[in-house]
């Protein structure tokens, strides 16, 4: 008898008819015996109807009123499946974050799990109930109700699982799985029977938006298995954990992971001296402007350049900012990009492999594609190139990484 | 500075402009500096909507579930009340009924208030915030959410008023306030400046819709002065109160009640003997068949019978029931009426003025119209009539008692 934690999305429980396929589908587990906790969303479309009423109000409503009117989208949730749980012949009881309770802090819109009760679910499973909990939301130690933010129904169902310990967490999803990459990019692209915490962050940082970033990181700490699955077919679809014994025998690479939403800036001709690099990205920093890669080299006649990327919504703003920075340090030039992609490949085995950089470039040169930038980690190496590029780029990185299925074309 | 308890219905906070509009009611009073706490029910329509949900899984959902789904209609209105609160530039802050918190008994869709901590609220009304209470709702001492059942929002509204040891109870309206009788079948229907809580009890019970019974109830208890006011218009309501030192003054009778939801049943012949009404009303009740008026004679033969009123609704059943009775109890016949109707005069006036029944008795009769049944209150005095006279008989009293407003014809 296992305990497993499955969530589903808002696309997963959209209808009246999908919730009750979600209560077939739990009803499945537990008359297999298995001890079910579910997380859940609200309805698609009832949080953007609920955040439509309250614009009609106030452009800027409160975060804390927010939190209150968002929330009953997923206590509707909870309380349509289980009356079609009940109507299946199984018992279950559904909970709010707050009556859990799941412990936040209160930064309203965007709180983090403290902490988890678990007795009362515990006491439910042990009578032999499915439990259904709202996914996304929980509340203050003054019992002010709060949201995860979006897309907190992962971070519930992960956090849930480590605080009751449960075997395995799956989230109930669109796809059936983590692919090696996109398949609208790649049509031989593969689903992976399994990836580790760490590669599947990568990933996910790089534009895969299968999970959220954050229950990831939840899980990886706590060492939850997670399970990505499809909600509209069965199979066994992609687990998500540690590093296990057959790692030895796993692929070098894991997966191609891409991003065009970047514009590039650059500011030449700068002192090399200390402190410079803090002065031009403090500065675009304390404007909330998430900066992502940064690369920074020194020319001959010693004046440094750094470069480095931001989301292309921040682009104008950043470019601003740093033509009032490049006056202020005499600076030769700056020029900004937005016609950029970045490209990585992803995987633990390339720690124990020599040559995993040599044969991305390869791939690349093959194909006559510039690298612009490129930055490293430990399991990743990312580039950054003309957009124009990105598709030829990753199938080609695919394809020298052995990726390929060898079923489809 | 007072501190007052407003409650504003679901028609009242039917739209996000009506919404806005209660806003602009509240600050006027927050600006005159009364502290106020406002009690809301869910938009008007809500509540079908998630009721419509639920019956497409199951036409029996679970109470408990369907508390936890109802529920959610007023945490919307709270949470936008606030936000409108906030654009007014005043500061408010909502609780739900588990929140506040509003202590129920477990049975779920009906629950009754057994404590209310007030403790919090007051916090943020002496903070000069204004704080809106979902109504119709709290939590059971599990912290299961529980419903009061259909109205209770005024329930909600006076148990606040009396934890809190408010002032005064407003219920906001679509009516101006409590009248004489049903404007819409007397023209010259006056409204009422002052009723006292037994005389609205009366009233309400009598098919007066205005207010929920048990909040009247509930409110006179616990001497909660209780006005119903407009929200749509400016106006002082209608003030329910314990009787004060005016009621020398006050009129005989207040007011005219009247309900054609009901039907007749009468059983002849039985033998008068201890314990035959029970064997006849008592069957009636346990088919959880709810008997209103209750009349019993006994003729020249020592035959008793029997006559008794139900809603019209459960005329049939009670009908094949009462057959059966006759049958067990060798009764000479039964018969059944459903083109009744009710007419109570009500007054707290009658009990220190001798010849009102007469004066009713004579009204009726003046319009040739029979009585079939008479019964009595302390402050209530009903007939039983034949149904096309209901409106002339309602008429002829409102007259007979100097109802009538000089001003209207």
């Not at 090696?180 to 689903?191: I, N, Y």
């Not at 404007?287 to 001959?300: H, L, P, R, T």
């Not at 490049?326 to 390339?350: P, R």
């Not at 470039?361 to 980690?377: V, Y």
């Amino acid at each position: 008898m296992s305990l497993i934690v499955q969530k589903y999305g808002g696309t997963s429980v959209g209808t009246v008819e999908r919730i009750q396929a979600v209560a077939e589908k739990v009803a499945r587990g537990h008359r297999l015996g298995d001890k079910l906790v579910v997380a859940v969303s609200a309805m698609s479309g009832e949080t953007n109807r609920l955040i439509g009423l309250a614009k009609e109000i106030d452009a800027q409503p409160s975060m804390r009123e927010m939190d209150v009117l968002v929330s009953t989208g997923e206590q509707v949730t909870i309380a349509l499946l289980c009356m079609a749980l009940n109507k299946l012949g199984i018992e279950a009881r559904s909970y709010t974050g707050g009556q859990v309770r799941i412990l936040t802090d209160n930064a309203h819109g965007k709180a983090r799990i403290i902490e988890i009760d678990g007795h009362r679910i515990e006491g439910d499973l042990d009578a032999g109930r499915v439990v259904v909990v709202a996914g996304f939301q929980g509340s203050d130690e003054d019992g002010n109700i709060t949201t995860l933010g979006r897309g907190g129904s992962d971070t519930t169902a992960v956090a849930l699982a480590a605080a009751l310990n449960a075997d395995e967490c799956q989230i109930y999803t669109d796809v059936d799985g983590v692919y090696t990459t996109d398949p609208r990019v790649v049509g031989r692209a593969q689903r992976l029977d399994k990836i580790t915490f760490d590669e599947m962050l990568e990933m996910a940082s790089q534009g895969s938006k299968i999970l959220q970033i954050r229950s990831v990181e939840f899980a990886g700490k706590y060492n939850v298995p997670l399970r990505v699955m499809s909600s509209f077919e069965e199979g066994p679809g992609t687990l998500i954990s540690l590093e296990d014994e057959d790692q030895m025998e796993k692929a070098v690479v894991s997966g191609i992971a891409f991003n065009r939403d970047e514009a590039k800036l650059t500011i030449r001709g700068i002192p090399d001296q200390p402190g410079v690099a803090y002065k031009v990205l403090g500065a675009i920093s304390a404007a909330n402007i998430e900066i992502d890669v940064i690369v920074q080299n020194v020319a001959k006649d010693n004046s440094a350049t750094i470069t480095f990327t931001v989301h292309r919504n921040d682009l104008s703003q950043a470019e601003s900012l740093l033509k009032q920075i490049a006056e202020d340090l005499g600076a030769l030039e700056i020029d900004t990009d937005d016609q950029i992609a970045k490209v990585s490949i992803v995987g633990v085995g390339m720690r124990s492999h020599a040559g995993v950089a040599a044969t991305m470039f390869e791939a690349l040169a093959n194909e006559n594609i510039n690298i612009q930038l490129i930055t490293t980690s430990e399991i990743k190496i990312t580039v950054v190139i003309e957009e124009r590029y990105l598709e030829l780029a990753v199938r080609a990185l695919h394809t020298g990484f052995d990726l390929d299925s060898p079923s489809a074309e």
